[in-house]
């Protein structure tokens, strides 16, 4: 079982940065696509940015492009989502999580994940 922990939210001003950082426990981190998912305040849990295994290939929602950058470091196990040009309804908390190659959640479940906060 892998065990996910999600830090660097915060409060930022509109058109600010933030980089979220996600560190996994066990040993096979680099075999496993990993994907950042955010859920606003009564909103559905929704996609946000995808990264294979290799670092290869990248994914993003159509709502990020542009803005975000999902990176991730094999040696440190962990998974980065550098937010630029943040927008308010950006305001999320956001989750990391193991997915398959299409980006759906497999191992593992839901962490506290991180608050981000955007003042318009």
């Known amino acids: 079982q892998v065990q996910l922990v999600e830090s660097g939210g915060g409060l930022v001003q509109a058109g600010g940065s933030l980089r979220l950082s996600c560190v996994a426990s066990g040993r096979t981190f680099i075999e496993y696509t990993m994907a950042w998912f955010r859920q606003a305040p009564g909103k559905e849990r929704e996609f946000v940015a995808g990264?294979?295994?290799?670092?290869?290939?990248?994914y993003y929602a159509d709502s990020v492009k542009g803005r975000f950058t999902i990176s991730r470091d094999n040696a440190k196990n962990t998974v980065y989502l550098q937010m630029n040009s943040l927008k308010a309804e950006d305001t999320a908390v956001y989750y990391c999580?193991?997915?398959?190659?299409?980006?759906?959640?497999?191992?593992?479940?839901w962490g506290q994940g991180t608050q981000v906060t955007v003042s318009s």
């Open positions: 990264i294979s295994w290799s670092g290869g290939s990248t």
């Open positions: 999580r193991v997915t398959n190659s299409d980006y759906e959640v497999t191992l593992g479940s």
